[in-house]
């Protein structure tokens, strides 16, 4: 299975507050703050929604086509990623700006204030589709996670024009869209992904119910943090995944990419909505133990194991043929 994964790439720099940020934020004085936390620890990872579900997926096996736009420092980068199965033969390199930068600092809860400097990501708005279709022999999914808005927008309308089978999955680009670009970027798409919180903003910016979002979409994917995964869909039962158990979770960032990562990967495979929301929890639960969103490694053994703790042999039998020797 041919799939692109669209959106950004950047590098993260993970800090660590030992504290709550709950305690230092007083009700009556949100309009007006002004706070500084001491951390204890930085760390700079290689990060991005798109590199980072398409690192997932190279670890399970595939070779997706990451599709995105960086600055010329992203040679290292690149051969990284190629070395982990992923294909950059479509990324844009900006001539004038970086790489994207994501900072984020995480409290003991888990909780996380981040800024986002786009960099070179808004040339993303400037890749045409078609191209990376050619050059693959055809697509038969595309990803289109968050990156610069117009280039989401601008995917998803050549997907449609084209009769790309895609994805939606606009995480945190919700909260600088509006409602017409939210129903143009869903509108047709085989998947929509979101959490719980981006459910409702989602709902909230379209004016749509959550019935009226399935008269736009195939299925709908929401992750529900510790409660699990949810998928409802046209013509299709409820399905709830919960958790992968025994998980000792450390840092929280691209755990929502890594999910994205399994399922798809599994999807590919040609398992169904339920076994793929498995494979994508695992996946989750890896990112969730490591600091930094590219820090795993999938062990084909040890990965089955996992998943029949966690969903049953079942479950294993049907996925340990499709993971990487």
């Not at 980072?52 to 096996?61: E, H, K, T």
């Not at 022999?137 to 309308?157: E, F, K, T, Y």
């Not at 606009?170 to 509006?178: C, G, H, T, V």
């Not at 409602?179 to 509108?187: F, P, Q, R």
């Amino acid at each position: 299975m041919k799939i692109a994964v669209t959106g950004s790439i950047a590098t993260d720099h993970l800090m660590h507050f030992p504290g709550r940020f709950a305690e230092s934020l007083i009700a009556d004085q949100l309009h007006k703050v002004s706070l500084s936390f001491l951390v204890d620890d930085l760390v700079v990872r290689r990060g991005g929604v798109a590199s980072n579900i398409s690192f997932g997926m190279g670890q399970l096996g595939l070779n997706p086509i990451l599709v995105g736009a960086v600055g010329a420092d992203f040679a290292d980068y690149r051969s990284w990623l190629e070395r982990h199965g992923v294909d950059c033969g479509s990324v844009h390199v900006s001539q004038v700006a970086h790489t994207a930068r994501f900072v984020c600092t995480t409290d003991d809860d888990l909780n996380q204030i981040a800024s986002f400097y786009a960099g070179a990501m808004a040339e993303a708005r400037n890749i045409e589709l078609a191209p990376v279709a050619a050059r693959a022999g055809g697509l038969d999914l595309v990803l289109i996670s968050a990156n610069d808005p117009a280039a989401m927008i601008r995917h998803s309308q050549e997907c449609r024009a084209r009769g790309y089978t895609f994805a939606a999955d606009p995480s945190q680009q919700l909260a600088r869209m509006e409602g017409a670009d939210v129903m143009t970027l869903i509108e047709g798409a085989d998947f929509l992904l979101t959490n719980d919180y981006e459910r409702s903003m989602l709902e909230g910016k379209s004016g749509l119910t959550g019935d009226q979002v399935l008269e736009n979409v195939k299925v709908r994917v929401t992750t529900l943090g510790k409660d699990g995964v949810e998928i409802t869909g046209r013509g299709i039962e409820r399905i709830h995944v919960p958790v992968a158990r025994d998980v000792i979770p450390d840092d929280p960032t691209g755990v929502g990419d890594g999910f994205r990562a399994g399922f798809f990967a599994a999807i590919s495979w040609g398992l169904g909505l339920e076994r793929s929301a498995q494979v994508g929890s695992l996946v989750a639960a890896l990112v969730l133990e490591t600091v930094g969103p590219q820090e795993y490694e999938i062990k084909a053994e040890e990965f089955a194991k996992r998943i029949a703790d966690s969903y049953g042999d079942g479950a294993a039998a049907e996925i340990r043929p499709h993971l990487p020797a």
